[in-house]
């Protein structure tokens, strides 16, 4: 293992906006998914030329941009595919994320100058399959997120290759993402890019020779997720992770929010920056948990960082999410005494809004002398994405978000 890094925080890009979000909240890097060949089929996604000015816009900042490519292919994928990468080549994505080892093949011969990274679809859990693909010329390997601090300690030891790892975000029940059952039961195949998220359904036990009667699995009368994992979250973990040697902590989350990716970045980019400088004084701090309960979320847990987890990393009563705020508001600019907004909720006349910054910090706004783009005196902004502006005495940053509490 080579001298430690510090770790490259990399956050989930949904679309333009959500990648707009990450970046300026903190993260280095943003993967993201073309409309084809990825594995979140009803993200938003990008168009090439999407991509292109993702590119641009990341760049700018000195950050970077890694594409997937990672579904498992068949035969007709493989007729598109070369095209494809040679666009990605063309608008100079800093990498690609891949899973399926005839895509590899693929893009090596291709796309030669472009760095690879194994896909945690992959489900790398050894030294000796790190040290495989560092061998067929991947540049970084995503972990398994079914291994330990220990374990990933011991693969760092053992190769040379970049490793990434998960440190927030939901958890699939099946192997690192390998799972049949929304292809199964709905004909949507998550391992081409539509899960239906199954293992989140509430399910009953039947019994062959009583058909049509349902039996609980667990004594609710709702029956049980038996299935749904709890959401994972390390911020506890970072001093140790650090010392694996890990390069890149990952977030999970395409499908989630503009304010999720925001929020879930801004507090991991503060807990990095603080676990760097000082790793012997690092503690969590209350302020970051708070955060993190603000958006929609499940409990939180481990994982199998500090062992393989228990019935206790399991929501067994509900698939509902939590949180405590929502998301209302977005700040487009500030002028003279007056902010611009652009509405994602509802909001009136007199409503105290959280205020919540690009830097992390906190502010209050109070809306007054609220007036539509026309300079007319409005009382709410009831319609979606609407722009209005109101009073106030403070500047506030562009991209800062609205939201109010809930609970």
């Known amino acids: 293992m080579e001298k430690l890094k510090k770790p490259e925080l990399l956050a989930p890009a949904g679309n333009m906006e959500k990648l707009k ?11 993201l998914g073309g409309k084809v060949m990825g594995l979140r089929a009803f993200a938003g996604n990008f168009s090439l030329e999407e991509m292109e000015q993702a590119v641009v816009f990341a760049h700018s900042l000195q950050k970077k941009v890694y594409v997937t490519v990672n579904i498992f292919a068949h035969n007709e994928d493989l007729t598109v595919l070369p095209e494809y990468l040679r666009h990605l080549r063309e608008i100079n994505v800093d990498a690609l994320l891949i899973s399926d080892l005839g895509v590899w093949s693929v893009a090596r011969e291709v796309v030669p100058d472009i760095p690879l990274h194994v896909s945690t679809q992959a489900n790398t859990t050894n030294w000796a399959a790190v040290k495989a693909w560092e061998n067929l010329g991947a540049s970084r390997v995503v972990l398994a997120r079914e291994l330990s601090l220990e374990e990933i300690k011991d693969i760092s030891r053992k190769t040379r290759v970049e490793l990434e790892t998960f440190v927030h975000g939901a958890m699939c029940i099946s192997y690192s993402g390998r799972c049949w059952l929304s292809s199964y039961l709905t004909g949507r195949d998550g391992n081409r890019g539509a899960c239906a998220q199954v293992c989140r359904w509430e399910f009953g036990l039947t019994e062959k020779k009583r058909p049509g009667e349902i039996f609980d699995v667990a004594e609710d009368e709702r029956g049980t997720y038996i299935m749904n994992s709890k959401d994972l979250c390390l911020l506890s973990c970072l001093p140790d992770l650090i010392q694996t040697g890990v390069c890149s902590f990952k977030i999970e989350g395409r499908m989630k929010s503009a304010h999720y990716a925001a929020s ?3 507090v991991y980019r503060r807990a990095i920056d603080a676990c760097w400088q000082d790793p012997e004084n ?3 701090c209350q302020e970051w948990l708070e955060e993190l309960e603000k958006v929609s979320h499940r409990p939180y847990t481990t994982g199998f960082a500090l062992g393989k987890p228990d019935n206790n990393a399991q929501v067994y009563t509900t698939s509902s999410y939590l949180q405590t705020h929502e998301f209302v508001g977005l700040v487009r600019g500030w002028t003279n005494g007056r902010l ?3 509405q994602r909720n509802h909001m009136k006349e007199g409503e105290i809004l959280e205020v919540f910054c690009p830097d992390g910090s906190l502010r209050s706004l109070t809306l007054q002398d609220m007036r539509d783009q026309d300079g ?3 009382t709410s902004a009831p319609h979606a994405q609407q722009v209005f502006t109101c009073r106030t005495e403070s500047e506030m940053p562009s991209s800062s978000i609205l939201r109010r509490r809930i609970v």
């Open 340 to 342: 611009t907004v652009e």
């Open 282 to 284: 690092y503690r969590v």
């Open 21 to 31: 979000m990450a970046l300026l909240y903190g993260a280095d890097a943003v993967y």
């Open 264 to 266: 879930v970045v801004s």
């Open 376 to 378: 007319n005196p409005i």
